[in-house]
């Protein structure tokens, strides 16, 4: 892994990424607290709000990204990270249901604009042969950074006051008012005009193209896994000790970390990121199957079978995120990147919405052939992916861009 990021835009680019994914990491930890510990709302409603804040964000990802193919994804990217500054700072003023309802929907919006205009600028800021060990470069850095943002929250959790609560929102803010202006750094991208054929949102159309996105998603359930369902197996059906989980989580990032960017060589081209995506299907599957093999093992077999599941792990994340990124953007029409970047992250976003109840009827409630059936599943969708990709490039082939609407 490159500490120092190269110059220009990927610099920029990384510096933006960094700065404001430390502020995520304090927002991630403190916000369910301070709504109920602090604000004084019940936990089921805060619940409720964010569950539904998040899903009104996916429906709008991909009108998002196609404003930012229509105003240009660098000017839009910059206005909504300082308009979701602002969202965040009207968070610390909340002092009832309907005020916080209305202000993690806010926020939500801005972030699917501000998703959708970053996914664009990627696409056409940095040349097409650096756009994957870009991502890649940017993944890297942005888990070190919210894990640091992570760490840094827990002195609020700490003390436990309002007053730090508040210090750490407005934190946030000012990190995303400063990504906002980091960004101001890289060139301006021009608006792209709008086809004379095919419909405005053709990314909803694309029917190979959203295929792709769905198999995708459901592929993406394994971080999931990760946060959600490994800590409660790890807790509820081994003797390992509870530190366990720390540590896990510790070598899934420290490995994402140093090799995302290794992961990402050779995979420009669409045909390789497609078998990178078959890789991680089998490669997450065979994670299940360690994670399952290790309940009612003695202590010492349990931790070798948990530490050798997340190793193989973290070699399928690396392969997905590789894959999918290729991907997304080799089937993506040049006028229309921003919205098939935004609808490309619907699918990620409707797995993390999902996999929580899924995951713990499969794995917690079924147990050892819960992980069974979803190292299946995963398989599958790694599977099922290059010959979506495949039918997505005939499409392509037979069909002018503007026009793919099928």
Not at 27 to 51: C, D, E, H, K, Q
Not at 265 to 284: E, N, P
């Amino acid at each position: 892994m490159q500490l120092i990021p190269p110059g220009g835009v990927t610099r920029s680019l990384a510096f933006a990424a960094v700065v404001n994914t430390f502020g995520n990491g304090l927002y991630l930890v403190l916000s369910a607290l301070f709504f109920t510990r602090i604000v004084g709302l019940s936990a089921a409603n805060v619940g409720l709000g964010l569950s539904g804040a998040a899903l009104v964000g996916l429906a709008a990802s991909t009108p998002m990204g196609y404003l930012a193919d229509r105003f240009g994804p660098r000017n839009l990217a910059v206005g909504w990270f300082a308009a979701q500054s602002v969202a965040q700072v009207a968070m610390v003023f909340a002092h009832s249901y309907l005020w916080f309802l209305v202000v993690i929907v806010l926020d939500r919006l801005i972030d699917a604009g501000a998703r959708g205009a970053w996914g664009a600028v990627m696409a056409n800021a940095v040349p097409e042969d650096q756009r994957l060990r870009t991502r890649a470069y940017l993944r890297s850095a942005t888990n070190l950074s919210i894990t640091v943002g992570v760490l840094v929250a827990g002195v609020a959790l700490t003390a436990d006051t309002r007053s730090w609560y508040v210090g750490m929102f407005l934190a946030n803010a000012v990190t995303t008012m400063l990504a906002a202006l980091i960004l101001l750094r890289v060139p301006t991208i021009p608006p792209v005009p709008k086809p004379a054929n095919g419909p405005r949102l053709g990314s909803l159309r694309d029917r190979p193209f959203l295929t792709f996105t769905v198999v995708d998603g459901l592929l993406s359930m394994h971080y999931v896994v990760v946060e959600f369902a490994v800590p409660l197996w790890v807790v509820s059906a081994t003797g390992v000790p509870r530190w366990t989980v720390s540590v896990l989580g510790i070598i899934n990032t420290v490995m994402c970390f140093l090799f995302q960017t290794r992961a990402a060589k050779g995979a420009d081209q669409i045909a390789a990121a497609a078998r990178r995506s078959r890789w991680a299907g089998f490669a997450v599957a065979g994670a299940c199957v360690l994670y399952a093999a290790a309940a009612g093992r003695p202590t010492w077999l349990a931790v070798v079978l948990l530490v050798l599941g997340t190793l193989v792990h973290v070699a399928g994340e690396l392969w997905q995120a590789v894959g999918g990124w290729g991907i997304s953007f080799g089937l993506a029409p040049k006028d229309a990147q921003g919205q098939y970047q935004a609808t490309y992250s619907m699918g990620n976003g409707l797995a993390r919405t999902l996999a929580p109840t899924v995951l713990s009827l499969l794995v917690i409630g079924w147990g050892r052939p819960g992980w069974l059936l979803l190292a299946v599943v995963f398989a599958c969708c790694g599977s099922v992916i290059p010959p979506v990709v495949s039918w997505a490039q005939g499409k392509r082939e037979r069909e002018p861009e503007a026009a793919v609407t099928a």
